[in-house]
């Protein structure tokens, strides 16, 4: 048998890991804002770090912020576009639990105080989710820049292409195929949820009818879905729970031990054992001593969910707000 993982892990890690760049994404490049916004990371970082001494669960919220922005409509920042009509982005149902908008406007009002109309929302967006990994002691990466920013939001672009939480890896790999990212992005991506928590609705089927029968999931460790029960009873839509929790608050590789002691929270975190290649990766990542190599592969992969449907050059705006209305 490990011998067989080992193949697998081989054959995963070899397998092409980064998004095939469009001519628009090859614009990008790391500092881009070296000569007209001189120091806007350092300034970015700096008024985030703030955030997050405060609020210990922002972090997390702004890297899925990143995640829906980028596989909604491209990394473009259209998901901080707001809707009186309730037809943007941010008003679709995968998007109802986002938070993070108020943090970004906050930065975005900085930036702008020192270069006006420089800086793109969105690559506030990447830089933020940088940010917050690093905070929580995750890797430190340099993101690419160059971004500039979009102003339709449609409502139907979230619900058509932010992956289900209870998808499997069939579907997952579907999703993220669609983005032009590889069966290796889905599967490190995944472990973006080794911060945050979820609201009960998202994993409650899991606990009360995951066959359509009244069952529980019984991919679920039993102790821990007894612990979930009395934690989400149904109906409860308000309460959360830890998705990874070994260590919820810290960027690591808890996420993985987490899935291979079958404590996974969502479905589509449990369902990365029902694959060969994504079971191997989990395998090989519940030891601590290739902590580095998760933290080289997960900053890669993040640089490729970077690049989805950027506009670059002439294409889209540079806003000095980014929660303006479209309508």
Do not use: W
Not at 182 to 210: E, W
Request: aromatic residues 8%; negative net charge; glycine residues 6%.
């Amino acid at each position: 048998m490990a011998s067989r993982l080992s193949l697998l892990v081989l054959l995963l890690v070899a397998a092409a890991a980064s998004a095939t760049l469009t001519s628009t994404a090859a614009q990008l490049q790391y500092g881009y804002y070296n000569t007209t916004c001189p120091g806007v990371e350092d300034l970015v970082r700096e008024e985030l770090l703030t955030m997050f001494a405060a609020d210990m669960t922002l972090p997390a919220g702004l890297l899925r912020l990143q995640f829906h922005d980028c596989f909604g409509a491209g990394c473009d920042a259209t998901l901080l576009l707001k809707s009186h009509n309730g037809t943007a982005q941010r008003d679709a149902d995968p998007n109802s639990t986002v938070r993070g908008y108020e943090a970004i406007e906050a930065v975005k009002a900085k930036v702008e105080a020192a270069c006006p109309l420089v800086v793109s929302c969105a690559d506030l967006l990447a830089m933020a989710a940088r940010d917050a990994i690093n905070f929580t002691q995750g890797p430190a990466y340099q993101v690419e820049t160059g971004r500039r920013d979009g102003n339709v939001s449609r409502k139907e672009d979230a619900e058509r292409f932010l992956p289900p939480a209870d998808g499997n890896v069939t579907v997952l790999t579907q999703y993220f195929a669609a983005q032009n990212l590889s069966a290796k992005d889905m599967i490190v991506l995944s472990a973006a949820h080794t911060i945050g928590a979820a609201h009960c609705p998202s994993f409650s089927k899991r606990l009360y009818n995951s066959s359509g029968a009244g069952d529980q999931d019984p991919a679920m460790d039993p102790a821990y879905a007894k612990n979930l029960t009395a934690a989400c009873p149904a109906g409860n839509v308000a309460s959360v729970q830890p998705l990874d929790p070994v260590s919820p608050n810290r960027f690591d590789l808890g996420y993985y031990k987490s899935v291979a002691n079958r404590t996974a929270l969502l479905g589509s975190d449990a369902a990365l054992l029902e694959d060969s290649l994504s079971f191997a990766y989990v395998q090989l990542m519940t030891n601590d001593s290739y902590l580095d190599t998760f933290f080289a592969d997960f900053a890669a992969s993040m640089i490729n969910m970077g690049r989805i449907g950027v506009r670059t050059g002439a294409d889209g705006e540079i806003r000095d707000t980014c929660a303006v209305y479209v309508d």
